[in-house]
C-alpha cells in the first residue's frame, strides 16, 4: 500500500480488525447458503472425473527406474516414488525404511480476497482432485505445482496465475513457503499466498466470490473445504491490537476467550521469546536423520500388482490410478498415488488460562521436514496404527480425546487431505476443551500457545505443520457469532 506521500507503508494496522470483522459477522444467511450450493452443485455437474485404480506397471508415462527402483515419470517432472531411511534414536522405533514422495518443485497455492460492501471475499474454485473421496471440493484461486503451472503436461493455461506471480499492482497480505505431510512427503514445500485486489476480476466457471463467513461456515462440513484452502485460509492475520474491542460488551464465553487468544494485548502462558527458544532446544535435541535411498532398497515393503504396501497392512500404500476428467488443464493422465491404511486424528486440546483461549501443541518430528520439528496438533496420528500398541508406547492425550465428552468438543469435522497425491486420505479435526494442566517436565514436548502466538508463527516456513494449520483456519472459523453451527449438508 502507499500513502498519500508516496511512501511504501510497511504494514496496515487495521488489516487484522477488517479480516476478524468478516470472520465474526453472523452466520450466513439462508439465501448465500442456497446460492452457494447451486453454484457447487452445478460445478459438481460440469466436473464429472472418474478415477480407475491399475497396476503401478501400467501408467502411461511413469516406469520404475532398472537402477533404484524409484517410480518416476518421463518427463523428468512432477514427482517420483522413492526409499528413505530414517533413525531416531531413543525413538518407538528406532530405524525404518519406507516409500515416500519427492516433488522438489515448489508450487502455488494462492487465493485472492476482495472487499465487497465492507465485507471480505474470498474467490473459491470449484475443483476435483483424483484422491478426493467425493468429487468436487472447493480449493483456491490457484493451485499448482511448477510442472503444472510451466504447461509440462502441455494442458491449458492456469486461470488467475498472473495475479500470484506479478503482485506489483496488488496488497500481498500472506506470501510464505509452507511444508506438508512429513510423513509422507520429503521436504515438499508450497508458496501459501493471499492476494487482495480492488479492480475488477472476470469470474470464470466453477469460480465464485465467496464471503469469509461462509467459507468458515463450510469448514464445519465434511470434505467441502480442501486442503489447499484449509492451508492458506490459516495465513488470514488474525491476530492484532484491538480485536476484544470487536466483542459485544460483557461477551464472556468460549468464543471470547477465543477471540482473546487472537490479541497481542491478552497475554499468554508463555512469552513468544521462550516458545521460539523451546522449538529451537526441541530441533538441537532430534537426534534424527532421514536419507533418501533407492526404493529397491526399502524393507518390509511388498510389491505387488495392486501397488506398493507394507507388510503390516499398517501405515500407508502406493496405488496406481487412470484419470479421466473434465474441467481440467489436462483431461486424461495416470498417477501414482499414496493410499492411508485408514483415517487420521488431527485434534488440539484447548485451555482456557486467565480467560484466553490456549492450544496445547506439540514439537513433532518428521522424516520429510526441512528442519527435523515443526508445532503439530496435540495428537495427530492414524488411529487404526495404535489399535494394539502397549499403553506405555500410546501417544500421549489419544485417549483423552477418543473419549472426551462430547459436551467437551468445541469442534469436530472430517476432511480431505491433499487430492492431488493421497487417495481418500481424511482426517478428523477435533478441538477439545480441558481443564487439565500441564507439568512441562513431565511433557517436554507440548507446551500452551495463544493463537496470536501461532499466527505470528506461521508469518515465517517450517514453524505449524500442515495439519495445525487446518485447525488454526478452523479455530478461526469459530468466529462466528453462532460457533456452534448448524448441520446442514452441503452436496
Not at 476467550?257 to 513468544?272: A, F, I, K, N, P
Not at 493422465?333 to 483415517?343: A, C, I, N, V
Request: proline share 6%.
Amino acid at each position: 500500500m502507499t500513502d498519500v506521500s508516496g511512501l511504501v507503508r510497511t504494514s496496515d494496522v487495521t488489516l487484522p480488525i477488517r479480516i476478524a470483522g468478516a470472520a465474526l459477522a453472523a452466520s450466513p444467511r439462508l439465501e448465500q447458503i442456497a446460492e452457494f450450493d447451486k453454484w457447487f452443485a452445478d460445478s459438481a455437474a460440469r466436473n464429472l472425473t472418474t478415477v480407475t485404480p491399475v497396476p503401478l506397471e501400467e501408467l502411461a508415462g511413469w516406469s520404475f527406474d532398472e537402477r533404484t527402483g524409484n517410480l518416476a515419470h518421463e518427463s523428468g517432472k512432477f514427482f517420483t516414488v522413492e526409499g528413505l531411511d530414517v533413525r531416531q534414536p531413543g525413538g518407538r522405533v528406532p530405524h525404518w525404511t519406507q516409500p515416500i514422495i519427492n516433488q522438489p518443485e515448489i508450487g502455488i497455492l494462492g487465493i485472492l480476497v476482495k472487499d465487497f460492501g465492507g465485507v471480505l471475499h474470498c474467490l473459491m474454485q470449484a475443483k476435483v482432485e483424483p484422491g478426493n473421496c467425493n468429487g468436487v471440493q472447493i480449493s483456491p484461486t490457484v493451485q499448482a505445482t511448477r510442472s503444472n503451472y510451466t504447461r509440462v503436461h502441455r494442458g491449458k493455461p492456469v486461470p488467475y496465475l498472473a495475479y500470484f506471480t506479478d503482485t506489483a499492482r496488488h496488497r500481498v497480505i500472506a506470501d510464505v513457503l509452507q511444508s506438508e505431510q512429513g510423513s509422507w512427503f520429503y521436504q515438499k514445500r508450497n508458496r501459501n499466498m493471499i492476494v487482495e485486489v480492488r479492480e475488477d476480476v472476470e469470474v470464470l466457471e466453477d469460480f465464485a466470490w465467496v464471503p469469509l463467513n461462509l467459507v468458515h461456515w463450510l469448514l464445519s462440513h465434511e470434505n467441502v473445504v480442501n486442503m489447499d484452502a484449509r492451508t492458506v485460509l490459516s495465513c488470514l492475520p488474525f491476530s492484532g491490537m484491538d480485536l476484544v474491542g470487536l466483542l459485544p460488551s460483557g461477551d464472556d464465553d468460549f468464543r471470547a476467550s477465543l477471540v482473546r487468544s487472537c490479541s497481542e494485548l491478552s497475554g499468554s502462558r508463555h512469552g513468544t521469546d521462550t516458545i521460539l527458544s523451546w522449538i529451537t532446544e526441541a530441533r538441537a535435541r532430534a537426534d534424527t536423520s532421514a536419507s533418501r535411498i533407492p526404493l529397491r532398497d526399502v524393507r518390509r515393503w511388498v510389491r505387488s500388482p495392486t501397488g506398493i504396501a507394507h507388510e503390516t497392512g499398517l501405515y500407508f500404500g502406493i496405488m496406481g490410478v487412470d484419470v479421466h476428467a473434465s474441467g481440467r488443464e489436462v483431461a486424461r493422465w495416470s498417477q501414482p498415488m499414496l493410499r492411508p491404511s485408514g483415517d487420521s486424528l488431527a485434534a488440539f486440546l484447548v485451555r482456557r488460562i486467565d480467560g484466553v483461549l490456549h492450544v496445547l501443541a506439540n514439537a513433532r518430528v518428521e522424516p520429510g521436514y526441512f528442519d527435523a520439528v515443526e508445532l503439530a496438533p496435540t495428537v495427530q496420528c492414524t488411529v487404526g496404527n495404535y489399535a494394539d500398541v502397549p499403553p506405555a508406547d500410546r501417544l500421549p492425550f489419544l485417549d483423552e480425546v477418543l473419549t472426551a465428552d462430547p459436551s467437551r468438543i468445541r469442534f469436530d469435522a472430517t476432511h480431505s487431505e491433499e487430492g492431488g497425491r493421497f487417495y481418500h486420505a481424511r482426517t478428523r479435526y477435533v478441538v477439545v476443551e480441558t481443564d487439565a494442566e500441564l507439568a512441562p517436565r513431565e511433557y517436554p514436548d507440548h507446551r500452551w500457545l495463544t493463537l496470536n502466538q501461532l499466527v505470528g508463527l506461521l508469518r515465517h516456513s517450517h514453524y505449524v505443520n500442515v495439519q495445525a494449520r487446518s485447525l488454526v483456519a478452523c479455530l478461526h472459523s469459530m468466529f462466528g457469532r453462532e460457533w456452534q453451527r448448524p448441520n446442514v449438508i452441503v452436496r
